[in-house]
C-alpha cells in the first residue's frame, strides 16, 4: 500500500527563479527495518534556510496558486547561480529535523507503532516520513511534538562543541552569537560540566538573559569597552577554541586577537611570531553571508575551519555519539528546551510574510512547522 504525504520543495531553475511548492508524494508501507511516522512539527532552524531559500531576493518574493495549493517565487541573482550548479531544475525535500508519531512500522519494528519519537534526516517539512530507527530518538509517553522537534540539529551542536573542545586538547571555549536557543543550551551543558564559557551577544538584554540561567562570562559586542572585556573573559577561562555562527564580518578574527592578546601577556620574551598558544576558530554559520575579515595580529599559531555537525558527527565515537542522545532524550525539558515564536502549518510557511519574518534568523526567533494544522 502507499499513502499520499505532501511534502514542502525547493527548486531552483536555470532561469534563476526559486520555485517552493507543496509537492504531493506516494509514501509507501514500511518495510523492514523501517517507521512511517505521522510528522507533527519540526522547526525552521538557520541550518534549513540555506536548502529552503538560497541566496534569493526577498524583496522579489511572489505568491502565487491557491490557499489549499500554495506557490512562492523569488528571484536568483545569476552571479549566485554558478554556486547553485548541482541543484538546478531538482526538486529538494527541506527540514532537517521534527517530530511526529509512529503509525506504521516494518515486521521486525511492531512494538514502535504509538510511540511519538525525534527525527532527524531532511524531508522533515511533510505530512509522512520514512525513516530508520537509527535516526530517531524514542520520546517519553508524555512528551509533546514541540518538545520533541528540536532535539538533534541545537542539542547534538552544542554538545558537539564540548565533544570537539575534549577531543582537541581545549579546556574552554568562545562562543557567538550567544543568546541563539543553541547558545542557551552550551550555557546550561558548561554549567554543569564545568567548562569555561565566553559568551558574546549583541545587547545589554541578551547579557541580562544569559546571566539570567547561570552565564558567568558574558560579553556585550555593541559595548565600546568590548575588546577588553573579551580579553579579560578569555583570560579567566583559558578559552583558546571558538566557534562563530555569524561568519561574516570581523567577529572571527577579534576572538583570534583577544586570544592572542591573553597569550601575550603571559610571555616572558618577545617573539616577532607572536605567542606558541595555538588558537582554533570554527565558523559553524552564515549569519552574516559577507567576506570573513581577518586582521591579523594574532601570530602564527591559529588556524580557522568550517564545523558542521553532520560531518563532525562522523569524526565522534560511535559509543559517545549514543551517549549524548541519552543525554538529549534525558534532559529533554532543561537543558535542550526549545522555545518557538510562532507555529505555522506547512501552506502558512508558504506565506510571504512569514517567509520574510523567518529567514532574518533573529535571535530568540524561532518557526515552528506543525504539518497537521490547517
Known amino acids: 500500500m502507499t499513502q499520499t504525504s505532501r511534502e514542502l520543495r525547493s527548486t531552483v ?7 517552493l511548492n507543496l509537492e504531493r508524494v506516494d509514501i509507501p508501507d514500511p518495510g523492514q527495518g523501517q517507521l512511517l511516522v505521522r510528522v507533527e512539527a519540526a522547526p525552521i532552524n538557520p541550518s534549513d534556510l540555506g536548502l529552503l531559500l538560497g541566496p534569493a531576493d526577498m524583496d522579489s518574493l511572489h505568491a502565487e496558486g491557491s490557499p489549499d495549493d500554495p506557490v512562492l517565487t523569488a528571484r536568483i541573482s545569476p552571479k549566485a547561480l554558478p554556486g547553485l550548479r548541482a541543484r538546478l531544475g531538482k526538486s529538494m525535500p527541506v527540514g532537517n529535523e521534527g517530530a511526529g508519531t509512529v503509525i506504521k512500522a516494518g515486521p521486525d519494528l511492531q512494538d514502535l507503532v504509538g510511540k511519538r519519537v525525534a527525527m532527524i534526516g531532511g524531508a522533515m517539512y511533510a505530512d509522512l516520513r520514512l525513516i530508520t530507527p537509527d535516526a530517531c530518538i524514542v520520546l517519553p509517553d508524555d512528551a509533546t511534538p514541540d518538545e520533541g522537534a528540536s532535539l538533534f540539529v541545537n542539542p547534538l551542536t552544542a554538545l558537539g562543541f564540548v565533544e570537539t573542545m575534549r577531543a582537541e586538547g581545549h579546556s574552554a571555549i568562545v562562543h557567538a552569537p550567544a543568546a541563539s536557543n543553541l547558545g542557551q543550551m552550551l550555557v546550561r551543558i558548561c554549567k554543569d560540566d564545568g567548562i569555561g564559557l565566553v559568551n558574546i551577544v549583541r545587547s545589554q538584554k541578551q547579557v541580562d538573559l544569559l546571566k539570567g540561567i547561570g552565564a558567568t562570562h558574558v560579553v556585550d ?10 580579553c579579560d573573559a578569555i583570560d579567566r577561562t583559558g578559552a583558546t ?31 616577532r611570531y607572536g605567542s606558541a598558544t595555538m588558537k582554533q576558530a570554527y565558523i559553524y554559520g552564515a549569519l552574516d553571508t559577507g567576506p570573513t575579515i581577518l586582521k591579523r595580529g594574532f601570530g602564527f599559531q591559529w588556524s580557522i575551519g568550517g564545523w558542521l ?4 558527527l562522523k569524526r565522534i565515537d560511535p559509543a559517545v555519539v549514543k551517549k549524548m542522545h541519552e543525554r538529549v532524550a534525558a534532559e529533554m ?13 506547512l501552506a ?4 510571504p510574510e512569514n517567509v520574510v519574518a523567518y529567514q532574518r534568523k533573529s535571535t530568540g526567533s524561532k518557526y515552528l512547522i506543525v504539518p497537521t494544522e490547517g
Open 13 to 19: 531553475s536555470e532561469d534563476g527563479t526559486l520555485r
Open 221 to 230: 559586542s555593541s559595548a565600546d569597552d568590548f575588546f577588553d572585556r573579551l
Open 309 to 312: 555537525l553532520f560531518h563532525a
Open 333 to 345: 525539558r532543561t537543558t535542550f528546551a526549545s522555545h518557538y515564536t510562532a507555529r505555522i502549518s
Open 241 to 271: 577554541l571558538a566557534f562563530d555562527a555569524i561568519g561574516g564580518g570581523e567577529m572571527t578574527g577579534t576572538i583570534l586577537n583577544a586570544m592572542e592578546a591573553v597569550a601575550l601577556r603571559k610571555m616572558d620574551d618577545y617573539d
Open 348 to 351: 502558512d510557511a508558504l506565506k
